[in-house]
């Protein structure tokens, strides 16, 4: 059974960081292309930050510069570092993987005050 479990969302002030880790279990981690996207209220869910089997990446152009993704292939766990946030970064972030279908976390909320 797969499971994708976010963490390390919160409250935070503009221009602070925040960590987000995703655990993933039940497929073969290493093979998955796994991202992270984000939902804000009234809105449509969209791609924040990508990383393929051979770490490659890929950043949405409004978190270029500011968020990092990167994964740890020993631990099964999937990070998105995000540094100088912003008020329009609130939203609930959502781990993906991608392995012959798109498997989703269950989200974690982040919150920017300004």
């Known amino acids: 059974q797969v ?3 976010e ?3 919160g409250l935070v002030q503009a221009g602070g960081s925040l960590r987000l880790s995703c655990v993933a279990s039940g497929f073969t981690f ?3 292309v796994m991202s992270w996207y984000r939902q804000a209220p009234g809105k449509e869910r969209e791609l924040v930050a990508g990383i ?3 770490g490659g990446t890929e950043d949405a152009a409004s978190v270029k510069g500011r968020f990092t993704i990167s994964r740890d292939n020993a631990k099964n766990t999937v990070y998105l570092q995000m540094n100088s946030l912003k008020s329009e970064d609130t939203a609930v972030y959502y781990c993906n993987a991608f392995l012959l ?3 989703w976390g269950q989200g974690t909320q982040v ?3 300004s």
């Open 52 to 54: 393929n089997a051979i």
């Open 30 to 32: 290493s093979n998955a």
């Open 7 to 9: 963490s390390g969302g």
């Open 3 to 5: 499971q994708l479990v």
């Open 101 to 103: 279908r798109n498997y």
């Open 111 to 113: 919150t920017v005050s």
